[in-house]
């Protein structure tokens, strides 16, 4: 089991940037892979972006390809997620999880997880 916290959430205007952080306790950070999702009101958990535990694997949904770029700093035991052109549909609660496997988009394969950080883009 791993402890996660997120970070960095708030408001912004369209075309705007955030840096999301999700710190995590224990020793073994490396060994995780980790996922960033994000759920908006009324919505399913979506899936954002993922890397591997060595930070030198990563995949993104289609929707966020281009703008938002994931990464590790495994001597701090964080993971970032840098939002750049936001747009108001990247509203959500974003979450960040971690697996003790190799890299998933699905919300379903991750057993540990943070409490979100509420992000909001105004029109």
């Known amino acids: 089991q791993v402890h996660l916290v997120e970070s960095g959430g708030g408001l912004v205007q369209a075309g705007g940037s955030l840096r999301l952080s999700c710190g995590a306790s224990g020793n073994t950070f490396r060994s995780y892979s980790m996922g960033w999702f994000r759920q908006a009101p009324g919505k399913g958990r979506e899936f954002v972006a993922a890397?591997?535990?060595?930070?030198?694997?990563?995949r993104y949904a289609d929707s966020v390809k281009g703008r938002f770029t994931i990464s590790r700093d495994n001597a701090k035991n964080t993971v970032y997620l840098q939002m750049n052109s936001l747009k108001p549909e990247d509203t959500a609660v974003y979450y960040c999880?971690?697996?003790?496997?190799?890299?998933?988009?699905?919300?379903?394969?991750?057993?540990?997880w943070g409490q979100g950080t509420q992000v909001t883009v105004s029109s």
């Open positions: 890397i591997s535990g060595s930070g030198g694997f990563t």
């Open positions: 999880a971690a697996r003790a496997f190799t890299v998933s988009i699905d919300a379903g394969g991750y057993g540990n």
